[in-house]
């Protein structure tokens, strides 16, 4: 592998596992920093989509990870971090001494926590870092990263951190702390998107100036930031996935799991996530999660602007 | 009563019914800015309170109105509005031809328009007014008021809208369109304080850092004006009362009896309602309504911040 930077001699090199909206973006973040990326996808036309973008690919998992001073795992969930790590054709084992693994996908904690220890027992380092942003923001190297991990995973790390986020909060040293503020967050944001849509929804049923009723509202005690960046959805009529109901049909259900086996009770999240099981089994599923919205308008027969 | 105006010798005499902490301040404030001001109170301290600040009050709820131009009612729901306008000391037919009623309690828009209707059949003008801003800003006049009704009742209310709030929205023609955009606040900042409260007690169930938790989820997506104004009530242990439990009891109340009549689900709202129900029947209803986060610790175990 090609290897020099300033000074040194040496261009850190970085495999990214995923290639999807996030994992494009992160890899061309970083290939445009200069660092030697190399991509690996299961899939044909995300592996595609990368060449197009002169990227290096690898055909297989430990060919990709062959050399990598850092591996960054943009996969969806921690079934498949576990299988990146410990499967069949798992890196673990074909990881170089010393490096770093950094897992973005949103997981429970205690699963984090696992995954971390078992990594660990090999000397490799295990930074514990979900992101949040979207793919305009991964592909401009602006995420935000939820990360702990020992001191040695986040040194080992900072040169693929410092290109892809414009923020990185080191909240503890050991992995599932990160995994934990991640699903502080997704509780909420998975909430607010359905109270925004309960909302919106209720003032068409009413029918009141959806548009007004969005000035207003982003400007009293009721706005929430979900409610300033989806509602324009429904007010557009445009439910093109920018984040889809799956995600928060998944991420609302880690966090109902892990409330379950901590006996915290989960009201609201209980509440919301039947909103979003209800929208998947309703065939929106792979729509925009502000399609909650069309979800309670079929409930009730209030009508919402269609697409212009 | 007193009477004069820069270039034409007037001065606006204003009537505000109810001087509890949100009307002592919009009283306080249209005083101020040179109205002619009388008050009125059931509750002897709340007259003392206006009387050691220099105010005027009148013994009855008719002396309060007699000669005013503008009356600002400042209670608590649609009852007692209900109660000062058509009560056994009603003011409705003891205001002057052509004089304002400006309604500011929280109700249901179809109580707002049948009230509206009554008053306006006496030949007076009534404008739906609900307002959001809290104590601080009702004394310095920069309260936000939704306010819908006929041309005629927003020129006779404007002296008194002027002075009280910073910001006016005009929703519409007819009383109810006022009532229908704080209820549609209402519900989203009723479900976003239980949210934030679910979280931040579920972060201090998990032993996170939970300033830390405020810092990042201020910042982040999850965020909510009501998660940034009421999270560091439970970071200081200090549930005094700034808005309280019963609040929400109320103002849910009303949107789920609004839902209910319109054959529209509010699942997210009916399942913050039943935890301020429950923080209200374990004893908390006079709290600050950020308590919710103490009953979720209580159900849990969560250890939260006490009072430092």
Redesign the interface.
């Known amino acids: 592998m090609a290897s020099h930077k300033e000074g040194t001699g040496y261009t850190t090199a970085v495999a990214v596992i995923g290639l999807g909206s996030m994992g494009f973006g992160m890899a061309k973040s970083m290939k445009r920093a200069g660092l030697e990326v190399v991509g690996y996808d299961i899939t044909q036309s995300a592996v595609e989509r990368f060449l197009a973008e002169g990227g290096r690919v690898a055909a297989t998992l430990t060919d990709a990870v062959e050399g990598a001073d850092i591996v960054v795992s943009v996969v969806v969930n921690a079934q498949q971090t576990e299988a990146v790590l410990f499967g069949p054709d798992g890196i673990a084992r074909a990881m170089k001494p010393g490096s770093v693994f950094i897992s973005s996908a949103t997981m429970d904690?205690a699963i984090a926590r696992s995954l971390a220890e078992r990594f660990e027992a090999l000397g490799l380092h295990y930074l514990d870092a979900p992101i949040?942003g979207g793919a305009a923001r991964a592909a401009k190297g602006e995420l935000?990263i939820?990360a702990s991990g020992s001191p040695e995973a986040f040194a080992a790390a900072r040169p693929a951190l410092d290109v892809m986020a414009a923020?990185v909060?080191e909240?503890?040293d050991a992995a599932g702390?990160g995994a934990?503020?991640k699903m502080?967050?997704?509780?909420?944001?998975g909430?607010?998107i359905?109270?925004?849509c309960?909302?919106i929804?209720?003032?068409a049923?009413?029918g009141?100036?959806l548009q007004?009723?969005y000035?207003?509202?982003t400007?009293?005690?009721?706005?929430?930031?979900?409610?300033e960046?989806r509602v324009p959805h429904v007010l557009a009529g445009d439910y093109t996935p920018l984040s889809a109901i799956e995600i928060f049909v998944k991420d609302l259900g880690i966090?109902q799991d892990m409330?379950r086996a901590?006996?915290?009770?989960?009201?609201?999240?209980?509440?919301?996530l039947?909103?979003y099981l209800a929208a998947s089994g309703a065939g929106m599923g792979r729509d925009d999660d502000s399609s909650l919205a069309r979800l309670?308008a079929q409930?009730?027969?209030?009508k919402l602007p269609s697409k212009g």
Chains 1, 2 share one sequence.
Request: proline share 5%.
């Open positions: 904690p949040s935000t939820m923020r909060y909240l503890g702390i934990a503020f502080i967050n997704q509780l909420l944001a909430v607010h359905a109270a925004a309960e909302a929804s209720f003032a049923k009413q009141l100036d007004k009723v000035e207003v509202i400007a009293s005690a009721g706005n929430s930031w979900m409610f960046n966090v409330a901590e006996r915290y009770p989960v009201p609201l999240v209980a509440a919301a039947q909103m309670y409930l009730s027969g209030a």
